[in-house]
């Protein structure tokens, strides 16, 4: 059994809407933030001060866009880039 906290009114949001609310959640997870961590290792990076964080969240978005445009997976095409760098740079000229 699971137990949480909302703020939700028990009459407009029912079992069902609190499960969609959790699952909509941990869906943005998945697809954003375990992406991102598993391609760049995200949370093993230090950078913790001023906006610098944020800059880099928006390369790391801007880098998982490129890729998936192209339409190879994140963490082969970061790897396959990092060894041919030529090809990111042509990837991001074209774009």
Same mark, same amino acid.
């Given at each position: 059994?699971?137990?949480?906290?909302?703020?939700?009114?028990?009459?407009?949001?029912?079992?069902?809407?609190?499960?969609?609310?959790?699952?909509?959640?941990?869906?943005?997870?998945?697809?954003? @933030?375990?992406?991102?961590?598993?391609? @760049?290792?995200?949370?093993?990076?230090?950078?913790?001060?001023?906006?610098?964080?944020?800059?880099?969240?928006?390369?790391?978005?801007?880098?998982?866009?490129?890729?998936?445009?192209?339409?190879?997976?994140?963490?082969?095409?970061?790897?396959? @880039?990092?060894?041919?760098?030529?090809?990111?740079?042509?990837?991001?000229?074209?774009?």
């Amino acid at each position: 059994m699971i137990y949480a906290i909302t703020s939700c009114d028990p009459r407009t949001h029912g079992a069902a809407a609190l499960l969609k609310l959790s699952r909509d959640h941990w869906a943005i997870e998945n697809s954003l @933030f375990h992406v991102r961590d598993v391609t @760049f290792h995200e949370d093993l990076c230090r950078v913790r001060s001023g906006s610098a964080p944020q800059a880099l969240a928006e390369i790391r978005n801007a880098a998982l866009t490129l890729i998936r445009r192209t339409g190879h997976k994140p963490r082969p095409a970061r790897e396959a @880039f990092a060894e041919q760098k030529w090809k990111a740079i042509r990837l991001v000229r074209a774009a």
